[in-house]
C-alpha cells in the first residue's frame, strides 16, 4: 500500500474534499471543529445532536432521504451532485488509467434488486477512518450489534437500544492487563488504528506502527499486545480472526513489510510468519483453513498453502494493487477486490482466469464480505457505493446501495439478516442499517 505520511495523499484522496458540507456551508456550524481530539464531552453533545436527525425505514418510505439531507432547501438536487460525483470523483491509482482498462472486461449485470432493504440510518454513531486505502473498521457480531472505530475509540453499538459504548480508547496508555511470554507488557500510547476485526468474542485492533492490540469482549482489560515490526514501512493492512482445525481461536495479520503472521490465541505467541515480495494489503483464510488468498502491491494475487506458505497458484487479471479478498463459504470461491475499480470472482480448481469481474462506478473495490450462507456477497468502493450480488444468478443479478460519503467499512451480521455500512462524512456521517427481505407471502395461504 502506498506509504501513509497524513499529507498529501490524505488530502487528495479522503473525504474532506468531497464532503457534503461543499453543498451548503451554512450546514457545518454545528460540526465543524470534530476531529480526531475530540473530548468525549464533545462526542457525547455531537451524538445527542444527531440522534433527532436519524432517519427510520417509516420515515424513508414516507420520502425522507435516508442521510437526512435536506435535498429541497439546497442549490443542488440529488441527481446533480450524484452526477457531480461521478465526474469529479478521484479515485487513487498506482497504476495509471488501471480503471479505464478493467472496465472493458466486466460482465453486465441486472441492477434494481433489493436483496436487504433499508432499516434505519443513525447519524448518532460516527465511523472514521485513518488511513484513505483500508477500510475494514465496521464489524457485525449479530444481526443488533456492531463494533466500529470513532477516532480513537472502538466501539459497541446496538441498534436494539440505540446505545453505544466504548469498549477500548487507544488515545493514551494502552498496556496488557494479562502476562504473556510474547506480550509487549509496556504497552503502546496515541495508537493510531488503521483495521480492526471483531469476532468469536475477540477484538483485534492494529496500528500505523505495527501494533497488535488483542483484548477479549468478554474479559476486563487488554489481553495481549505485540508490534509485527519495528521498521517505518510497518503499518498493519488486514487482521482475519478465524479457529484452526483443533478449534484452536488464531488471527491472521497481513502488514505492509511483505509479512503474513498468524497468532495463536490460545498460547498468545506468534506460530508463522510468511513473507512475500510486495507489501501485503489482505488476505483471507479459506473455511477449512487450508489454503490463503494474500493480496498487495502487486495487480497479481497469490492463492497459498497454510502448511508451508508456499503459491499454489497466481492470479492474474487485475490491473492495479488490491486491498480485499473474501472467501465463500463453500471454500472453492473467493474474491478479489482492486483499485482497478473491480472484484474478481475466483474457482480454487480453475484458477487461470477469474469466473465473473464485478465493475464499481467510482472507485477502487476496498472491502468484499459474503453472507454466512453464501448466497450473496457485497462489495464497497471507497466512497457512496455498495454492491450487492446475488451468488446464484452467478453474479449477474445485482443491488446497487446508493448514498453519500466516504465507507469505512461493510459487514453482514453472522445470521445473514443484517448489512451495516459505515460512513465517514464531517455533516453526515453515520451508520447504515439494512435488513435482508424476505418474502413472507406463502402465509397468505395459511390465513
Known amino acids: 500500500m502506498s506509504d501513509y505520511n497524513g499529507d498529501d ?5 479522503m473525504a474532506d474534499e468531497y464532503d457534503m458540507d461543499d453543498l451548503e456551508d451554512d450546514m457545518n456550524a454545528a460540526f465543524d471543529g470534530r476531529d480526531i ?42 441527481k446533480d451532485y450524484r452526477k457531480t460525483r461521478l465526474e469529479q470523483y478521484k479515485n487513487y491509482e498506482n497504476i495509471p488509467n488501471s480503471g479505464d482498462e478493467s472496465a472493458k472486461k466486466c460482465m453486465n449485470t441486472e441492477k434494481g434488486s433489493s436483496f436487504y ?19 475494514n473498521l465496521v464489524w457485525a457480531t449479530s444481526k443488533h450489534d456492531v463494533y466500529l472505530l470513532s477516532n480513537y ?6 441498534s436494539l437500544t440505540g446505545c453505544r459504548s466504548e469498549i477500548l480508547n487507544v488515545k493514551g496508555h494502552v498496556a496488557p492487563s494479562e502476562k504473556h511470554p510474547e506480550s509487549l507488557l509496556e504497552g503502546f ?5 488503521s483495521t480492526l476485526a471483531v469476532k468469536e468474542r475477540l477484538l483485534v485492533a492494529g496500528g500505523f506502527q505495527g501494533e497488535l492490540i488483542c483484548k477479549h469482549l468478554d474479559r476486563p482489560g487488554v489481553s495481549f499486545c505485540s508490534r509485527t515490526t519495528y521498521t517505518e514501512n510497518a503499518i498493519t493492512n488486514a487482521v482475519d480472526i478465524y479457529r484452526n482445525s483443533n478449534g484452536a481461536l488464531h488471527f491472521m495479520a497481513s502488514n505492509n513489510d511483505c509479512g503474513v503472521r498468524d497468532f495463536d490465541m490460545e498460547r498468545y505467541k506468534l506460530v508463522q510468519l510468511f513473507r512475500y515480495l510486495w507489501p501485503v494489503n489482505h488476505s483471507s483464510l479459506s473455511p477449512d483453513g487450508k489454503l490463503v488468498a494474500v493480496v498487495g502491491d502487486d495487480p497479481d494475487g497469490l492463492l497459498v498453502d497454510t502448511s508451508n506458505g508456499q503459491t499454489i497458484g497466481t492470479l492474474k487479471g487485475h490491473l492495479d494493487y488490491s486491498f480485499a479478498s473474501a472467501w ?17 470472482i475466483w474457482d480454487t480448481r480453475k484458477l487461470s482466469e477469474s469466473v465473473a469481474v464485478l465493475k464499481g462506478n467510482l472507485g477502487a473495490v476496498r472491502s468484499i464480505r459474503f453472507t454466512s450462507d453464501g448466497r450473496y456477497v457485497a462489495m464497497a468502493e471507497p ?29 453482514f451480521s453472522p445470521d445473514t439478516e443484517s448489512l451495516f455500512i459505515g460512513v465517514w462524512d464531517r455533516t453526515y456521517g453515520s451508520l447504515l442499517e439494512y435488513g435482508r427481505t424476505r418474502d413472507y407471502t406463502y402465509l397468505d395461504s395459511l390465513l
Open 9 to 13: 495523499l490524505e488530502d487528495e484522496y
Open 37 to 78: 481530539d475530540a473530548s468525549d464531552s464533545e462526542v457525547e453533545d455531537f451524538d445527542q445532536l444527531n440522534k433527532a436527525a436519524d432517519t427510520s425505514a417509516a420515515q424513508a418510505r414516507n420520502g425522507k432521504d435516508i442521510q437526512g439531507i435536506p435535498w429541497d432547501s439546497l442549490t443542488l438536487t440529488r
Open 117 to 135: 432493504e433499508f432499516r434505519r440510518n443513525s447519524r448518532s454513531v460516527r465511523s472514521t477512518i485513518l488511513h484513505f486505502q483500508l477500510r
Open 153 to 158: 475509540s472502538i466501539s459497541h453499538w446496538s
Open 189 to 193: 500510547t496515541e495508537t493510531q488504528v
Open 328 to 344: 465463500h463459504p463453500n471454500g472453492v470461491t473467493f474474491a478479489t477486490g482492486s483499485q482497478d475499480k473491480t472484484c474478481r
Open 383 to 411: 466512497a457512496d457505493f455498495v454492491h450487492i450480488y446475488d451468488t446464484k444468478s452467478g453474479y449477474k443479478k445485482e443491488q446497487e446501495i446508493d448514498f453519500f460519503g466516504e465507507i469505512s467499512g461493510i459487514s
